[in-house]
């Protein structure tokens, strides 16, 4: 490929990348009040924004860098990897994203470039590089064991998954993968179409995070996904006390609690005026259950009497009998049943199938 074309295909991912920054942060800046998850990911998109018109200005109007261009603005892009950590961090703990926690990733990673500021010289460069490299991975690592023990432990205070399931993320992470090496080929190679790819992976990537990140939901109950089996053991061998069970039984058979569409743990906790702590244990281990499997019992038996006695659409049984959508309502009850709502339906119906 001739030199202008490359140069014109290296111009074009560069206003590909700056397009989707822009439209990724547009989506965040408008949820960054949801929570301090979305606050964070806002302002990485602002920095990567910033970033970029940096880069833009030292590339198109005037470099002062000269012959330590590269490894400046390397350093400097570089900055966003403690920012990922984090935003990893608040998925796999939420509401343990503090300042403080900000701090400690995001700091150290601008040692490097101040460094390498007043100290030119390529083995710095190097060092501070691999060392970076090294964090990210480390990070990506840390976060991958961290969210697969998140999704295990969602069952145990959700009783839905839509918006909290972080499933996404593992696709993400396995991309960055990907995106690491064409990273580390863009900046050891400095090749004009490596750059190109890096920057076309890239707004395919953050718009796509960015999507996924305005329609997550931070549930501050997660705290207890680490510390499940320490509270199952200390409340073993506790009995529940009679007044709690009959209270625990009234919210589901006569309260009707399991349709609520967004219930967790914690606002059952504290309707029961009890901890989170307790009546986990008392669902897992008196019950040999999950919250999850228990709240969703009721509701396919709810949305089952809701199919005989009623010609409501499919949708309208899936809400009224508190599902969030209409496939998790067939996913949960063809699990349960073992044949999907419309069979159950028309199997009543013929009076091949008795209600249960």
């Given at each position: 490929m001739e030199r202008n074309a490359l140069d014109a295909l290296a111009d074009f991912s560069a206003g590909c990348f700056f397009a989707s920054l822009l439209v990724s942060g547009a989506i965040l800046y408008m949820a960054r009040g949801r929570s301090r998850l979305h606050a964070v990911a806002a302002a990485m998109f602002a920095w990567l924004v910033l970033m970029n018109v940096v880069l833009f200005a030292l590339i198109y109007v005037r470099n002062v860098l000269g012959t330590h261009f590269e490894a400046v603005t390397n350093l400097y892009q570089a900055t966003c990897i403690p920012?990922?950590?984090?935003?990893?961090?608040?998925?796999?703990?939420?509401?343990?994203?503090?300042?403080?926690?900000?701090?400690?990733?995001?700091?150290?990673?601008?040692?490097?470039?101040?460094?390498?500021?007043?100290?030119?010289?390529?083995?710095?460069?190097?060092?501070?590089?691999?060392?970076?490299?090294?964090?990210?991975?480390?990070?990506?690592?840390?976060?991958?064991?961290?969210?697969?023990?998140?999704?295990?432990?969602?069952?145990?205070?959700?009783?839905?998954?839509?918006?909290?399931?972080?499933?996404?993320?593992?696709?993400?992470?396995?991309?960055?993968?990907?995106?690491?090496?064409?990273?580390?080929?863009?900046?050891?190679?400095?090749?004009?179409?490596?750059?190109?790819?890096?920057?076309?992976?890239?707004?395919?990537?953050?718009?796509?995070?960015?999507?996924?990140?305005?329609?997550?939901?931070?549930v501050m109950c997660a705290d207890g996904v680490e510390d499940d089996a320490q509270a199952e053991a200390s409340a073993c061998g506790m009995p529940p006390a009679r007044h709690f069970t009959e209270e625990f039984r009234r919210a589901f058979d006569e309260g009707q609690v399991f349709l609520t569409p967004r219930l967790t743990l914690t606002l059952l906790a504290e309707r029961l005026h009890t901890n989170r702590t307790y009546l986990s244990a008392y669902i897992n281990q008196g019950l040999h259950t999950t919250f999850y499997d228990y709240v969703n019992r009721y509701r396919v038996e709810y949305a089952k009497r809701l199919l005989v006695s009623q010609e409501s659409t499919m949708e309208a049984v899936a809400l009224r009998s508190g599902f969030n959508s209409l496939s998790t309502f067939t996913r949960v009850f063809v699990s349960a049943v073992g044949i999907s709502p419309s069979q159950y339906r028309k199997a009543h119906a013929g009076g091949a199938l008795s209600s249960t």
């Amino acid at each position: 490929m001739e030199r202008n074309a490359l140069d014109a295909l290296a111009d074009f991912s560069a206003g590909c990348f700056f397009a989707s920054l822009l439209v990724s942060g547009a989506i965040l800046y408008m949820a960054r009040g949801r929570s301090r998850l979305h606050a964070v990911a806002a302002a990485m998109f602002a920095w990567l924004v910033l970033m970029n018109v940096v880069l833009f200005a030292l590339i198109y109007v005037r470099n002062v860098l000269g012959t330590h261009f590269e490894a400046v603005t390397n350093l400097y892009q570089a900055t966003c990897i403690p920012m990922c950590v984090c935003l990893l961090y608040g998925l796999a703990r939420p509401g343990f994203l503090t300042l403080r926690a900000l701090s400690a990733h995001i700091v150290p990673a601008l040692v490097p470039l101040a460094l390498y500021a007043l100290f030119p010289n390529h083995t710095l460069y190097v060092v501070c590089m691999s060392l970076l490299a090294c964090y990210g991975l480390a990070g990506m690592l840390w976060a991958g064991d961290a969210l697969r023990r998140y999704n295990r432990g969602i069952r145990q205070w959700c009783s839905y998954t839509e918006g909290v399931d972080v499933s996404w993320v593992f696709y993400v992470l396995a991309s960055f993968a990907l995106l690491y090496v064409v990273w580390l080929l863009a900046s050891y190679h400095g090749s004009r179409w490596v750059n190109a790819l890096y920057n076309f992976c890239c707004s395919a990537i953050f718009v796509f995070v960015a999507w996924c990140l305005r329609t997550h939901e931070v549930v501050m109950c997660a705290d207890g996904v680490e510390d499940d089996a320490q509270a199952e053991a200390s409340a073993c061998g506790m009995p529940p006390a009679r007044h709690f069970t009959e209270e625990f039984r009234r919210a589901f058979d006569e309260g009707q609690v399991f349709l609520t569409p967004r219930l967790t743990l914690t606002l059952l906790a504290e309707r029961l005026h009890t901890n989170r702590t307790y009546l986990s244990a008392y669902i897992n281990q008196g019950l040999h259950t999950t919250f999850y499997d228990y709240v969703n019992r009721y509701r396919v038996e709810y949305a089952k009497r809701l199919l005989v006695s009623q010609e409501s659409t499919m949708e309208a049984v899936a809400l009224r009998s508190g599902f969030n959508s209409l496939s998790t309502f067939t996913r949960v009850f063809v699990s349960a049943v073992g044949i999907s709502p419309s069979q159950y339906r028309k199997a009543h119906a013929g009076g091949a199938l008795s209600s249960t």
